[in-house]
């Protein structure tokens, strides 16, 4: 079983961080780091499935599970994500009880699901027998999240959270107050009443709850609230704020020499 398949299911907490810059050098830098996993995002930011297959290359780490955000969720694009190498999926914009279901079913082979056929790297194109990987993946290693970030999406919770099959349900802040109408308002309490509802539901279910953090105290506070499966920022935010700390440091320091 795979080192986060492990973790979510020991309850604790996971840790990672967003790859949205298209070049080996980021992902592998990242990769000697101490974190668990990471989410590689097609839906927003510039990564096509031909970078995507050189960024997964990058992962030095065996026991971070390189995730992928695809961009909707289409059956054709989760096949090509997973026969890539990806070890998880994070599917936006789940509203119902039929979209999570669809995940399901695209991410696992028949008789469970209807991924075709042909795992290309994911065997590393043929050293692993096929059997081996056929019986093991969706078991051992396979992590599905979803996103919840709707209006929708809050009211039909517990049919979503229900399905069987899907390992996290994670909260984007930003998507989800602008789709609430208070966009950015973190402190709003339909937002904060809103995380507390979906914290509630996966404790009935037995699912993990996780949620995007812009910054260090977002991400304790919300480990604190419950939340197992937590961002740290995305690789561009990480540059330019820790280049803007440092520039704020030393400029004083210049400018008295």
């Keep these: 079983m795979s080192r986060l398949k492990k ?28 974190i668990d996993w990471l989410v590689f995002d097609m839906e927003h930011a510039p990564l096509d499935i031909s970078t995507l297959e050189i960024l997964l290359m990058g992962v ?25 190498g990806a070890t998880g999926i994070l599917v936006p914009w789940v509203n119902t ?51 919840i970030e709707t209006e929708d999406a809050l009211k039909n919770l517990e049919d979503i959270v229900s399905v069987k099959g899907i390992d996290v349900y994670y909260v ?14 973190y402190d709003n309490p339909k937002f904060v009443e809103a995380l507390h509802k979906v914290l509630k539901t996966c404790e009935k279910f037995d699912k993990v709850p996780g949620i995007h953090a812009f910054d260090v105290d977002s991400a304790k506070k919300f480990i604190e609230m419950g939340f197992r499966f ?6 561009i935010s990480i540059l330019r704020s820790s280049l803007a700390k440092t520039i704020e440091l030393v400029r004083p320091s210049t400018r008295m020499a």
């Design 97 to 147: 009880r039929a979209d999570a279901e669809n995940v399901v079913r695209f991410t696992r082979y028949p008789p469970a699901g209807m991924r075709g056929v042909g795992p290309r790297r994911a065997v590393l194109y043929g050293a692993i027998n096929f059997l081996e990987y056929y019986k093991r993946f969706e078991a051992e290693d396979l992590v599905v999240a979803v996103q």
């Design 230 to 235: 937590v961002a740290l920022m995305t690789d």
């Design 172 to 185: 984007g802040p930003m998507d989800l107050t602008t789709n609430l109408g208070i966009p950015t308002e």
């Design 7 to 34: 973790m979510l299911r020991n309850r604790e907490v996971a840790l990672g961080t967003w790859i949205t810059i298209g070049h080996p050098d980021v992902v592998e830098a990242i990769s000697t780091l101490p």
């Design 60 to 84: 030095r780490n065996p026991d971070i599970a390189s995730i992928v955000r695809v961009p909707w969720n289409d059956m054709v694009t989760i096949k090509r994500v997973l026969d890539v």
